[in-house]
């Protein structure tokens, strides 16, 4: 049944966009600001209560309904809405919109006691039980054949409601590890597709190896425990697109109801997830949701927020959603009990808006009394009264309501990109070079000493194809890659760009075979350099002479690569009496560009400062690294051509510094500024400066 729906909806699309061409889609004319509202799970009725504090505070959103299936369909076929229906109306009535969500991620009991094997079986052949949720095989057929009945009915009831605004597709989703029957049987009906032969399957993975040369397709065992690593990686890939197929499913779906001012959304987990491929996912979207938590209280410094939003806005360079985030304490039991200082939650909110959003929603309005998220904290608290964290999303509300116009649809003109692969974090953990150093550490160095340095930075994708935007890219090591990908990086140096390479880069093909040519194989050329030995690092080794003035943190570790030079400047040596003859540092003029290979792992603060000093080969750097250590800066430029400029205090410290850039107006204030103005910034506080 998914597969005909599937095929009749893409059908259905394509007649029905010839005929009416879509003009309508919904516009974000201020910043959306509100929570996820599950009133159903209240001890009591205050349905009017709830709706009156939210129109006091100012809320202009919530999202709901995702986590409800068993009450939509409390028996097989017996669809109950009623329940329901008072609360959008009457959210409706208060002016407040809504984002709906389809509820499959979490599935009643009647279905789980008609379909027992929907449940999934995984990789060590372990079955799933009922009561967590996400527990599915979401390939399963009769899994599809409920969920798809559940989301039509909802879709029929709810589509022409004037409150809905969009609908989030499922929830944080992913493939959950499913590997039974069936999807090992997928899995070969996928290598058939891609492979077309069981020949050319024995030659990309090797299989002469071990003697595990298959003959047919009926050959390929069961993926239980596999060791090579194309085999791993291409299973990974797989289990990718299973997410990405069901989520594009489920848009399709809701794609043949919506109205034209709705839109679809997911809501990713927040900071750089490597089991799904949001790029992938973001093409079936209309706009793209993220659910960032972070550390709060003296922890909080804004970088994952930060992280989570230029990654959401750039899997498809528009604005994006912040679907959830924290309200108060967080946690599934009550050991990390951090609620956040006066002031760190419209902190945050702007911190959001200053990476692009348009919309930010606290998970969730209420706080539960029961259930495994009992501790995660809503903005109210367990007695369900206003308190502190009210009054500080009331005033944010009321601030946004009076400035959000001149703050939604913030466009970023960034000129530095970090190449994000989750084929060579999977192609690492496979085969690993240390034990607590690994692909994502390395990436999320590299955005902190960009982070720390004041620069806004999109990702890109290995599906990205055009750099020409950028001056600088910064590559975490890009241990898999095809060809055309090295190219196009090395054509980016020659006409212009500037870039920084990470150990192990260009080590291994598409398919996690390693290259046969001279290390780093097709950067060669364009890096100036070469080698044929790496070694371990088994205790720090410092760089000769102290060469980025780094005192006690100049050291190098983990790894370190025998980079012979062929062209390039040596940058720093090894201090060591054998590692010392190689270079741990290169920069090689590449046509009208530089390209810089790291062969080893810096200290935080050594990353920082040759981060640095490619901004300024670059000429991208200026005031933005002067500003106190706690200052951050994020920028972009309004619907109205003007540049708005976020300086943001994450400390509890006062923090004063000069303002060099054109003349503006604080927006949260009023007050105008000029260049050389003092500005003083209160413990975690901000100021807006609309520049005029």
């Not at 058939?192 to 002469?208: A, E, I, M, R, S």
């Not at 960032?292 to 959401?312: F, I, K, M």
């Not at 509890?652 to 009023?670: I, M, P, R, W």
């Amino acid at each position: 049944m998914q597969k005909l729906s599937y095929s009749v909806l893409v059908l259905g699309i394509i007649i029905t966009s010839a005929i009416f061409p879509q003009e309508k889609k919904f516009k974000f004319d201020n910043i959306l600001y509100g929570a996820s509202f599950y009133e159903e799970y209240m001890p009591y009725e205050r349905l009017e209560q709830d709706v009156k504090l939210m129109e006091d505070a100012g809320i202009s959103v919530v999202r709901l309904a995702e986590s409800t299936w068993s009450s939509w369909e409390p028996e097989d076929g017996k669809f109950e809405f009623a329940w329901m229906d008072r609360i959008i109306d009457r959210l409706h009535k208060a002016g407040i919109k809504v984002v709906f969500g389809t509820p499959t991620y979490s599935i009643p009991p009647w279905l789980y006691k008609k379909h027992p094997e929907i449940l999934l079986t995984k990789i060590d052949e372990t079955k799933s039980y009922y009561g967590p949720r996400q527990n599915m095989d979401i390939t399963n057929k009769d899994y599809l054949f409920y969920s798809e009945r559940i989301i039509r009915k909802l879709m029929e009831h709810y589509k022409d409601h004037p409150a809905i605004i969009g609908w989030q597709v499922d929830n944080e989703n992913s493939s959950y590890g499913t590997a039974g029957y069936n999807v090992q049987k997928d899995f070969v009906e996928y290598l058939k597709d891609k492979f077309k032969t069981v020949d050319q399957l024995n030659k990309v993975w090797g299989l002469t190896y071990w003697g595990q040369l298959l003959q047919s397709w009926d050959e390929v065992p069961e993926f239980r425990e596999i060791l090579n690593p194309g085999w791993k990686l291409e299973w990974e890939r797989f289990h990718q697109k299973l997410c990405t197929d069901f989520l594009a499913w489920q848009a399709g779906i809701v794609n043949e109801y919506k109205r034209t001012d709705q839109f679809i959304v997911h809501n990713f987990v927040g900071s750089v997830r490597t089991n799904i491929d949001e790029y992938a996912i973001a093409q079936n979207l209309d706009i793209t949701g993220v659910n960032p938590y972070h550390e709060v209280q003296e922890w909080l410094d804004g970088e994952t927020a930060a992280v989570s939003g230029d990654l959401c806005r750039s899997l498809k360079q528009q604005n994006y959603l912040i679907t959830e985030t924290n309200a108060q304490t967080i946690g599934w039991d009550s050991k990390w009990q951090r609620p956040p200082y006066d002031g760190q939650l419209r902190l945050n909110v702007y911190s959001h808006l200053a990476s692009g959003a348009n919309m930010v929603a606290y998970w969730h309005w209420h706080s539960l009394h029961y259930g495994q998220e009992t501790y995660w904290k809503g903005v109210l608290g367990h007695d369900l009264e206003p308190n502190r964290a009210y009054a500080e999303v009331s005033k944010t509300a009321h601030e946004l309501k009076k400035i959000g116009s001149r703050l939604v649809n913030l466009t970023k003109n960034n000129k530095v990109a970090l190449l994000y692969s989750v084929d060579s974090y999977q192609g690492i953990r496979f085969m690993p070079f240390a034990d607590k150093t690994d692909y994502l550490s390395i990436l999320y160095q590299l955005y902190d000493a960009l982070y720390k340095n004041n620069v806004d930075v999109d990702f890109i994708f290995p599906q990205t194809t055009d750099y020409s935007k950028y001056k600088v890219i910064i590559v975490p090591p890009l241990y898999i890659s095809d060809d055309a990908q090295l190219k196009r990086l090395t054509d980016f140096v020659k006409n212009g760009g500037h870039v920084l390479f990470t150990l192990k880069s260009g080590f291994c093909d598409e398919y996690s075979t390693v290259r046969w040519q001279r290390m780093p194989g097709l950067l060669r050329e364009a890096a100036g350099i070469s080698y044929q030995e790496f070694s371990s690092l088994w205790n720090d080794v410092p760089l000769k002479d102290d060469p980025y003035k780094a005192g006690d943190k100049n050291k190098t570790s983990v790894w370190a690569e025998f980079i012979i030079p062929e062209g390039a400047t040596p940058l720093a040596y090894y201090d060591h009496p054998f590692y010392g003859k190689y270079p741990a540092l290169t920069r090689n003029k590449y046509g009208k560009g530089t390209f810089t290979y790291q062969g080893t792992v810096l200290s935080n603060e050594l990353e920082q400062k040759i981060v640095k000093e490619i901004l300024d080969i670059a000429g991208i750097s200026g005031n933005e690294q002067q500003l106190p250590a706690n200052v951050r800066l994020r920028q972009g430029i309004s619907n109205a051509g003007k540049n708005i400029r976020y300086f943001m205090n994450f400390s509890g410290d006062v923090q004063t510094f000069k303002y060099e850039y054109s003349a503006g107006v604080d927006l949260l204030t009023d007050n105008a500024i000029s260049k050389g103005n003092e500005i003083k910034l209160q413990p975690w506080d901000l100021v807006i400066i609309e520049e005029k």
